[in-house]
């Protein structure tokens, strides 16, 4: 395939995978970051390479068609800025707001000036503490737009409905809510809970349970992932719609931990911390339209994608 494409946060953990495999797949490729939550060590093998570019801005350095000419024409615009895991959106929850407020307002303007087509990478936290179970795409969400997850729920929500605007007025625009995903190139301070029990097994340290460890989450492995986003890009007849992509194998929190221990062998004990706020209690995502529209689902089981981040297998 061939194509010029812009990967807005694709210096991040599932940025840097889909740089990578675009590349691959002989695209030309973009990447825009401005490294508050990526890392140039995401994308150190693809610096240099014919075809891949990297610019170290802000999605604000955008605004008013500036930096349009640094970039070029472009065919595919995909937006994954913003940061992801709890820690860094509650540690910066304005970066987050704005990223996904004016950061998808200036990337739509580049889309709709270069007539590209976008790719929003919304969230399955749009559907907050859900009281639907799993979750389907017609669900509205159970959000709390005050609390503490709310600059990434509402800052999610609103990118959303300002990609559907734009799209209502003729831009090719897909939206695509992701769930929990994991695989290597995660950040280890980022504080989600694979790196984190990862980390804490191979110290031998115990393995933190925020709450009793019941919520349940599913867990999609990130070269699933990557396939489902280019899916949601290049499969054509899809515009406007909104894509669940995640793996609906469900595990408590308290399994993920027993399995992890499993498979690193590691001593650690379990360590029950108190419950973190607005933490959604259930999280599963339903797949089928993904399934029907794109002819995707993830390949890879939680206990075969964790295999593949221990120390001395394969990380791809
Ligand atoms: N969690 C945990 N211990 C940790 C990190 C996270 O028990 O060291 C829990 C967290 O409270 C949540 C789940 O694991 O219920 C997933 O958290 P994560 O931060 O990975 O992402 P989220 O799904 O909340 O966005």
Partial sequence: MSGRVLVAG??????SHLCRALCQEGFEVTCLDNLLTGREANIADLLGRRGFSFIKEDTAWLRDGQGTETIGPLDYIFHLASPASPRDYTTWPLETLLANAMGTYNLLQLARHS?????????????????????????WGNVNPVGVRSCYDEGKRYAEALSMAYFRQGLDVRVVRIFNTYGPGMRGG??????????QAHAKEPLTIYGDGRQT????????LVVGLQAAMFTRGVSGEVLNLGNPEEVTILELAQLIKRLTGSPSELKFLPGVRDDPPRRCPDIRRANRLLGWKPTISLEEGLTRMLPGETET
């Fill in 217 to 224: 989450r599913s867990f999609c492995y990130v070269s699933d």
């Fill in 190 to 199: 980022d504080g989600r809970v694979i790196p984190n029990f990862l980390s």
């Fill in 115 to 139: 007539k590209a087509r976008f790719v929003l990478a919304s969230t399955s936290e749009v559907y907050g503490s859900p009281l639907i179970h799993p979750q389907l795409e017609d669900y």
């Fill in 10 to 15: 694709g210096a991040g953990f599932l940025g």
